[in-house]
Every structure is written in C-alpha cells, then in structure tokens.
C-alpha cells in the first residue's frame, strides 16, 4: 500500500496526517519549513499560529465552540494540544503560541506511521495525496495546483496579523482587566476611549501610511480579518460596532461604559505578551508605533511584533471539490485547511480531519464515512462542495450553515444551543461509522 503523502504541517496537514496514522497508514508529511519561510511565518515549527492565539469561543451557543466539541469528541490531535497548552481568555479557547506548536511538532514526529520530508513541494503529486498546504502556498505550488485544474480556478484574498506588545509596557494605571459581561474570568486588558480620543484616534488611523503590498486593494481583504485602518476608512463608527465596541464593559474609574474599547488578549501561558484584538493591520512599523500608541495605556508600549499584510490563496471549491475535500474528477488528490475556502484554524483543523478520514476508507477500499449535514463539521464539508455558491468567499464555521430547526424556540442563545445538542446527538450516533 502506497504512503499517503501530506503536504503542508500547518493546523490541517498536522491533523490530517495525525488521523491518517492513527488510522494504520503510512504518511509522508512535506514542510516546506525552515528551509522556506514567509513573510507571516516565525517558527520552524508546525501548526504555527500567524493571526492570533485564539481559537474564539468555547460554548455551545457559539458555532465554532460546537466545532470544537465535535472535534475533541473524535479525538483530534490540534484539540488536544490546544486544551493543553490553553490560557485563561475568558469565553474563549486561547492557547500559549510556541507552547501549542511544540507539542503538535513532538507528537507529529514522534508517530512511528509519519515521515517527516523536509523542503518544497513544487507540483501536485499523484495520489493519494492530501494538500494542505494554507493561505500561504508557495507561488510554484499555486502555479501548480492552478495547472492541475486547467487554469482561471483560482483565487486570493488578503489577510493581516495584529501586532504583539510587552504586558509590563502597558499602563494598567489607565487600563484595567475584564470580561465582556463579566463572563468568565477577566482575563481581558481594556483601554477605554472618550470620545474626542476616539475620534482622534480614527482620522489618523484612516490616514496613516500603508506599507506597500502588490496588487492590494481593500476590496478583496476578507471581512472576517480586516484590516482595522480599511474599517476606519469605511466610516467613523464602524470600529464603535467592531473590534472597539464597548458594550458589556465598564470602566471601574467611572462606572459607566466608554465610548468605544480596544481590548488585549494574552498570547503566551506566562502572560508576558498580549496581542491587541482584531487589530489586524498592514499600515508601515513606524505608522503603528504612532497610531496605536494614541490608545490610552498603550502609549509607551513596547511592540515585539509588529502587524504584517500577506496575500492568501483560495479555491473555487463548489466547482472542484467534493463534500470529503477530494478533487471531483480524482478522489485521492484531495485538498484541506483555508484554501479550501474554510476560515479560520478550527475550521482549518476541521476540514484536515475530514479530507484524512475519509481518504483512509479510499485507501483501504472501506465505505466513506458520512458526516452528518447537522453538526458543524459536515456543514462546513458540504457548503465548500455546493455547486450553487456561485460567488464563492472564505467562511468561518457559523449556524446559518446547517439545517434549521423543524420547530420553534425563543431566543437566539436556546436556539443555537438546541442547534449545538442537536449536532452533537447526530454526531455521536454516526461516531461508530467515522
């Protein structure tokens, strides 16, 4: 039996290859690095985090919160090492950035049924084979991949990452700690904003100086991760009702809710670092250090990152692929993670454990496992294999992706939560054929 190969050892490629191994197949997983890194990489190491640490939210009445439950409860690899390498973050799964990918690089190498391959993977192998190779994909592969589908079937947006600043550099005279709505701990920091600040603080964001990225422009940056100075160009409160947005907090200096918050989250286990929420950004280094140091607490703050703009890939995946990720025309080429058209690192870990799962049952000529469409993860499956998306874009993992109700309920948090038990009732029942 020929190995499986995996190309790509991000969040997708690391759980793919994990499944197929555990599964008693022999896997070849290709990195590209650190002989080849990118602009947004930092670590040798895989399933590295670009964006944030955040895996968003942990409950039920949260989609990808179902997401992860599904996925702990079919005993994923990027679960688990998130759970054990998690920081507090309140209502949200958060985990120690070098921390998690150390141990999803240590478990992957130290799977007898994995061989690692170091370097470049420049053409679409012949199968089985499952690409996983993210947003990030070199141009040879892109080139590739583009090949291989016979031309125009590709397409790219723009992503950014926030930037990462010193805990001991920020003002916690002017800045304080809490949860939205005091829900969980308060493991947020909170710089609160008057209005005059805030205004301020939007027309210069608004102007500052871009860093220079080929063939941007703002309407293809994906809105799930836009940059904050596109939303300040797109009117003065829309960051009031985005990233900024104080409702459910309170100053404890007034006991009133600010005009408008910018939030830090922690971003490693010791808390030494925080990076700033949804602050997504490809504005110059020295337009940062100026603007978000307007943000009172930050306004000596020491940045050890800065944000960064990189171009992403996706495919038209309703016309390629199918609902087990698998190539319409070859089902042992299959592809897994955002360039699917999956957003975000659950949903990236998602797809990796579907495409691995079901591409094991083709190799070993067994029946192909059937996620039910009513939990999260076979919701995801079958809307990036829908032929009737005709624009498609990247989606994050959201409850308007599965079946309604057959009945009523009140309320938005008890009908997703009745929308989460029933997901959960569908996937332990169908857990004994996956």
Same mark, same amino acid.
């Given at each position: 039996?020929?190995?499986?190969?995996?190309?790509?050892?991000?969040?997708?490629?690391?759980?793919?290859?994990?499944?197929?191994?555990?599964?008693?197949?022999?896997?070849?997983?290709?990195?590209?690095?650190?002989?080849?890194?990118?602009?947004?990489?930092?670590?040798?190491?895989?399933?590295?985090?670009?964006?944030?640490?955040?895996?968003?939210?942990?409950?039920?009445?949260?989609?990808?919160?179902?997401?992860?439950?599904?996925?702990?409860?079919?005993?994923?690899?990027?679960?688990?090492?998130?759970?054990?390498?998690?920081?507090?973050?309140?209502?949200?799964?958060?985990?120690?950035?070098?921390?998690?990918?150390?141990?999803?690089?240590?478990?992957?190498?130290?799977?007898?049924?994995?061989?690692?391959?170091?370097?470049?993977?420049?053409?679409?192998?012949?199968?089985?084979?499952?690409? /996983?190779?993210?947003? @990030?994909?070199? $141009?040879?592969?892109?080139?590739? *991949?583009?090949?291989?589908? !016979?031309?125009? #079937?590709? %397409?790219?947006?723009?992503?950014?990452?926030?930037?990462?600043?010193?805990?001991?550099?920020?003002?916690?005279?002017?800045?304080?700690?809490?949860?939205?709505?005091?829900?969980?701990?308060?493991?947020?920091?909170?710089?609160?904003?008057?209005?005059?600040?805030?205004?301020?603080?939007?027309?210069?964001?608004?102007?500052?100086?871009?860093?220079?990225?080929?063939?941007?422009?703002?309407?293809?940056?994906?809105?799930?991760?836009?940059?904050?100075?596109?939303?300040?160009?797109?009117?003065?409160?829309?960051?009031?009702?985005?990233?900024?947005?104080?409702?459910?907090?309170?100053?404890?200096?007034?006991?009133?809710?600010?005009? /408008?918050?910018?939030? @830090?989250?922690? $971003?490693?286990?010791?808390?030494? *670092?925080?990076?700033?929420? !949804?602050?997504? #950004?490809? %504005?110059?280094?020295?337009?940062?250090?100026?603007?978000?140091?307007?943000?009172?607490?930050?306004?000596?703050?020491?940045?050890?990152?800065?944000?960064?703009?990189?171009?992403?890939?996706?495919?038209?995946?309703?016309?390629?692929?199918?609902?087990?990720?698998?190539?319409?025309?070859?089902?042992?080429?299959?592809?897994?993670?955002?360039?699917?058209?999956?957003?975000?690192?659950?949903?990236?870990?998602?797809?990796?454990?579907?495409?691995?799962?079901?591409?094991?049952?083709?190799?070993?000529?067994?029946?192909?496992?059937?996620?039910?469409?009513?939990?999260?993860?076979?919701?995801?499956?079958?809307?990036?294999?829908?032929?009737?998306?005709?624009?498609?874009?990247?989606?994050?993992?959201?409850?308007? *992706?599965?079946?309604?109700?057959?009945?009523?309920?009140?309320?938005?948090?008890?009908?997703?939560?009745?929308?989460?038990?029933?997901?959960?009732?569908?996937?332990?029942?169908?857990?004994?054929?996956?």
């Amino acid at each position: 039996m020929k190995p499986v190969k995996v190309i790509g050892a991000g969040l997708a490629g690391s759980e793919a290859a994990w499944q197929l191994a555990r599964r008693g197949l022999a896997v070849e997983l290709y990195e590209m690095k650190p002989a080849k890194m990118t602009p947004a990489h930092h670590s040798p190491d895989f399933a590295e985090l670009v964006c944030s640490n955040s895996l968003r939210g942990d409950r039920l009445e949260n989609a990808v919160g179902l997401l992860k439950e599904e996925l702990r409860r079919l005993d994923s690899l990027i679960l688990g090492c998130a759970d054990a390498t998690r920081v507090e973050a309140g209502g949200c799964l958060a985990v120690d950035r070098g921390g998690f990918s150390r141990m999803v690089t240590e478990k992957i190498r130290s799977e007898a049924n994995i061989t690692v391959i170091d370097g470049e993977v420049t053409e679409v192998p012949e199968g089985p084979v499952i690409i /996983a190779t993210g947003p @990030l994909t070199s $141009d040879a592969l892109s080139e590739a *991949i583009g090949r291989y589908f !016979g031309g125009a #079937t590709q %397409l790219n947006f723009y992503d950014a990452a926030a930037p990462l600043v010193r805990f001991d550099s920020i003002d916690m005279d002017k800045a304080w700690f809490a949860s939205r709505y005091n829900r969980g701990t308060p493991d947020y920091v909170n710089c609160a904003m008057d209005e005059a600040q805030y205004k301020a603080f939007v027309r210069e964001l608004a102007a500052a100086e871009e860093a220079p990225v080929h063939g941007f422009e703002d309407s293809k940056v994906f809105e799930g991760c836009m940059p904050v100075e596109v939303m300040a160009r797109r009117g003065e409160d829309t960051l009031r009702y985005g990233p900024l947005k104080p409702v459910g907090l309170n100053d404890p200096r007034t006991g009133k809710e600010p005009y /408008a918050v910018i939030q @830090l989250r922690k $971003d490693n286990a010791a808390g030494t *670092i925080y990076n700033l929420v !949804g602050f997504q #950004t490809h %504005l110059r280094f020295p337009e940062q250090r100026r603007v978000f140091s307007m943000i009172p607490g930050l306004e000596h703050a020491e940045f050890v990152r800065y944000g960064v703009m990189h171009r992403n890939t996706f495919l038209d995946s309703p016309r390629l692929l199918d609902s087990t990720y698998a190539d319409r025309r070859d089902p042992f080429v299959a592809f897994a993670g955002q360039m699917t058209g999956v957003e975000g690192y659950v949903e990236s870990t998602a797809s990796g454990f579907l495409a691995a799962v079901c591409m094991a049952a083709r190799v070993k000529g067994e029946p192909i496992p059937q996620f039910p469409a009513e939990t999260a993860i076979g919701a995801l499956a079958h809307y990036i294999s829908d032929p009737s998306v005709v624009q498609f874009q990247p989606m994050n993992v959201n409850f308007g *992706i599965l079946p309604p109700l057959a009945y009523r309920v009140k309320g938005k948090a008890n009908k997703n939560l009745a929308i989460a038990e029933r997901a959960l009732a569908a996937l332990d029942a169908a857990m004994p054929r996956l």
